[in-house]
């Protein structure tokens, strides 16, 4: 998709099969007539929009994914409107969502979640060094492109630091305390979001994960989380440096980088 900005319409594609399924609309894989270029387009109703007053939030996400552009990012290569619906020009990942891969596996080995995790650091360093903050990272919003791990879904990305309220929906797993405490917060939530994201990839299962949102909340304020005997001293520790009660106790995603159960990996990877 060439850079130069353009008005699109949806005449300019080929429309094919669905590709998933959102509060407010679909993603359908699609292609380019001029170029044959392969997109996933994402197409969200103007109705379920304003109804659920997301309109101001879909600007946001718009604002801040067209304007970044990194590896570990999928791109926003532009978007369009008609009378009834808002639609997203997006990077095709063709290996979907993490959150499928992660189910089919159940749970990934060290050096495949220390690539991805290593990946999404990298995607986080580019957000944080933009002053943006995801607030949303989770298996659901990685998706695979080749093993290329791209982080998607803007919807709840903001400028930092704020006290924005999100409104609780979806996952409570990857909450931090803070938000659980209705503190102010930082683009340190990302990394405790990356800490349970390790966790969840390595056992299968969000650390703090309950049966009922109460308690959920309960393990969350108080840290009470059981790493199995499987997982390795590095992994555990990598873990622990993350899901740290106060924020600025955090593991830095620099100090996340060189810390040794990455290392150890990235060497084995080459
Ligand atoms: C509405 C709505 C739905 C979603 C979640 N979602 C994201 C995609 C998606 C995107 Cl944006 C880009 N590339 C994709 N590749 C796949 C895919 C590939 N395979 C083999 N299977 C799938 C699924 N999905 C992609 C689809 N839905 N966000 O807002």
Redesign the pocket.
Known sequence: MSNEPRIWTLQDFEIGKA????K????YLAREKRTHYIV?L?M?SKRQLLESRMERQLRREIEIQSHLKHPNI?RLFGYFWDEKRIYLI????????LF?ELRIERKFSEPKSANYIEQVINALMCLHENNIIHRDIKPENL?NSCGVIKI??FGWSVHAPTTRRKTLCGTLDYLPPEMVCREEYDEFIDHWALGVLTYEFLVGEPPFESREPRETYRRIEGLQYNVPSHISEEARDFISKLLKRNPYERMSLEEALEHPWLVKHRNSMV
Request: hydrophobic residues 40%.
């Open positions: 590709l998933g399924k959102g407010f609309g679909h993603v996933a994402k969200l999928l997006l990077e095709y990942a063709p290996n979907g969502e499928n998706l998607s879904d």
